[in-house]
């Protein structure tokens, strides 16, 4: 019997094209995302900066697809909706939860789960963020990025830049 992870079908690392990188700003990078393969680019023109993996929705939906621009960009973002209940010294008493089915046990709190380099693209939550990369879709929606990755690509968009989703 293989262990699961061997069965967990590896992402190519990322790539990052210095000399198209070097050339790109807010005002002229777009992004396209792929569930299909799991994949991010950050582009100039027809020109790939960065070719990156992710992890998108779990279940189909629950990435959406389609056109859209970055509504917001927060360095550290929490969540406001997955995260855990905390006592009173923050100490988690039970994580993984979420605040639309879990109620907090008598004496804790909601702490969101930390979404660095956020780069908000619906006003239902879904956004870009770094996260854990499983090799498959895994996420409640957002697309999970690879933390050097995040980092680049929210230092080359602003609110506005597009970004593209497809199936």
Same mark, same amino acid.
């Given at each position: 019997m293989r262990k699961a992870a061997e069965l967990i079908g590896k992402q190519q690392p990322p790539q990052v094209t210095p000399r198209v990188y070097?050339?790109?700003? !807010? *005002?002229?990078?777009?992004? $396209?995302?792929?569930l299909s393969k799991q994949r991010a680019w950050?582009?100039?023109?027809?020109?790939?900066?960065?070719?990156?993996?992710?992890?998108?929705?779990?279940a189909a939906g629950m990435t959406p697809t389609g056109k859209f621009t970055v509504l917001e960009k927060? !360095? *550290?973002?929490?969540?406001? $909706?997955?995260?855990?209940?905390?006592?009173?010294r923050n100490r988690i008493v039970r994580e993984g939860v979420s605040t639309h089915i879990d109620s907090a046990p008598s004496g804790t709190h909601f702490v969101g789960a930390p979404m660095k380099w956020f780069m908000r693209l619906t006003e239902k939550g879904v956004g870009m963020h770094?996260?854990?990369l499983p090799g498959y879709p895994a996420s409640h929606g957002c697309v999970r990025l690879?933390?050097?990755?995040?980092?680049?690509?929210?230092?080359?968009?602003?609110?506005?830049?597009?970004?593209?989703?497809?199936?």
């Open positions: 070097d050339r790109l700003t !807010p *005002d002229n990078s777009r992004i $396209i995302v792929s950050l582009m100039l023109d027809e020109e790939t900066a960065i070719d990156a993996p992710i992890s998108s929705g779990k927060d !360095p *550290d973002h929490r969540s406001n $909706i997955y995260g855990a209940f905390c006592d009173e770094v996260g854990i690879p933390a050097d990755i995040a980092k680049m690509i929210y230092d080359k968009v602003k609110i506005g830049t597009p970004v593209d989703i497809t199936q």
